[in-house]
């Protein structure tokens, strides 16, 4: 079980953060990924697997300033 | 009246209207702006007003026809660079405060070196590429600075969408969170304003001490 953007789910298989961002159709260049209350940098997304208790929140930027 | 205020009337009337205790942190306050259009701009207007003694505006943008609708410029700017044009301005509402300009584009190359000297960032740009940047950049190699952020305030929605969030311990993130700009529902002085404003006040609150949202 992990907890994204506040949701409690259950991962069919082990994911890494760039796999689940693919998957859900993020636009990595608009985002930030905290993961555990800890900024998760860019290069690390395609080596970081989600695993049981993580938590995970995306922030998606929209345009306008 | 149009002769130049001294710097110990201004301080004076700082200090009248905040308190000498708290105008000492705002006078000692370093912030750097990143991004001078909607956001950026009352942001710094709101700062300059209050005496907050040390602004870094960043931009490398040109004031066009388009930003009058929402941004503290007037024609007369039109075609010069935001960084001059802001730093004119404030300076007629206090000329004793120390402004830093850099006319130059945020990337992932130069941002180290350009943020390496402030201790409040206050993004403020307009593309989601270049807020989501600052704020990656920001929070990976300045993770002891304090960032303020925003996301969502185009079109005339309700007020009360828009809301201050401390999403981490340095990172606080203003803006109704979905609200882009589109056909009749583009970004308008007053939401922008509104939402400029959440930021400079939590940035007035970190200069004075205050964390909490």
Known sequence: MVTINGNQTTLSTDLTVAEYLEQNNYQTNRIVVELNEEILPKYLYSETRLKDGDSMEIVTFVGGG | ?213
Request: aromatic share 6%; proline share 3%.
């Open chain 2, 1 to 213: 009246m149009n002769e130049k205020l001294t710097k110990e009337e201004i301080m004076a009337a700082l200090n009248e209207r905040h308190s000498p205790e708290k105008q000492a942190l705002l006078s000692e306050g370093r912030v750097a702006i990143a991004g001078l259009g909607g956001l950026g701009s009352n942001v710094a207007y709101a700062l300059a007003r209050i005496g907050v003694g040390h602004l870094h505006l960043i931009d490398f943008d040109v004031v066009d026809i388009t930003n009058l609708n929402r941004q503290q410029y007037f024609m007369e700017h039109l075609g010069m660079y935001k960084t001059d044009a802001l730093k004119s301005l404030l300076l007629k509402i206090n000329p004793y405060l120390d402004i830093q300009t850099d006319c130059v584009k945020v990337t992932e190359e130069n941002i180290v070196d350009l943020l390496r000297d402030d201790s409040i960032i206050c993004e403020a740009f307009d593309r989601p590429e270049a807020k989501a940047m600052l704020v990656n950049g920001v929070l990976e190699h300045f993770p002891e600075k304090k960032l303020v952020s925003a996301t969502g305030m185009a079109g005339y929605g309700s007020n009360n969408t828009i809301r201050t969030k401390r999403l981490m311990k340095n990172f606080y993130l203003c803006g109704d969170g979905v609200t882009e700009p589109e056909y009749g529902n583009g970004l308008m002085a007053p939401r922008v304003a509104i939402c400029a404003a959440h930021e400079a006040n939590m940035i007035t609150r970190l200069i004075l001490g205050e964390e909490e949202i």
